[in-house]
């Protein structure tokens, strides 16, 4: 089944009206991953922000149409309670609210969306603690306040758990490598595969070709300058890993 379909998306940023996205096109079907690569400045990141409707971006033409909605028309909130998740680059420290609670306050918010009664902290807790062995996490990790003190890989399983609780459709997930050893990055392929479903979605940016040997992806697009300007398998990160950028485009 369709979920997600972006066509001829062109986006400015807000402020100074400068293009970034060219014209982008993109179909995902729910069970797939997709991997999105490409050079810096390439409009990797600018994409997922405006498949979440951050604010920084004006989308000047073409459509996003997610699960038969059009997602131009909702707000991010309401782009998130539709099963939009969007990991970021550099996740936010929040002092003084704890990881357990901050995580209760967003499912709770997903559960009043859909007309379910919200969980008091007992009964998280109950739903929660299961999934801390999918991203192999020890329970005092959620005591702890959000992202305080938290390492690389700590962060990027912490946003796994982010969308282990929320049970997204769609999970954007913004470079979950960067920053990581071979090991951590293992475990947090080895979380994003414990989460996927014949129902959900992936759509993860990368420069390296390790994740996608963890967590396979049914399709490999190439970004430049606003576009995908190519879209393949595994073969084609092969390529970019042994020849670079320069090598896609002679393709
Ligand atoms: P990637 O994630 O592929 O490295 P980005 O989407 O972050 O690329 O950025 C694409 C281009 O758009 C870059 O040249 C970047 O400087 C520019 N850009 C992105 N967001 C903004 C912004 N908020 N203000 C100004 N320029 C931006
Ligand atoms: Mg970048
Ligand atoms: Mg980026």
Redo the contacts with the bound molecule.
Sequence with gaps: KLLLEVKDLRAV?A??K?E?LKGVNLVVYEGEVHAIM?K????????SKVLVGHP?YEVTSGSIVFKGENLLDMEPEERSLAGLFMSFQSPVEIPGVSNIDFLNMAYNARRRKLGLPELGPIEFYGYIAPKLDLVNMKIDFLNRNVNEGFSGGERKRNEILQLAVLGAELALLDEIDSGLDVDALRDVAKSVNGLLTPKNSVLMITHYLRLLEFIRPTYIHI?DDGKIVRTGDISIAKVLEKEGYKAISAM
């Design positions: 940023v402020e100074s400068q970034i490409g810096n400045g390439s409009g990797k990141s600018t994409f920084d970004m």
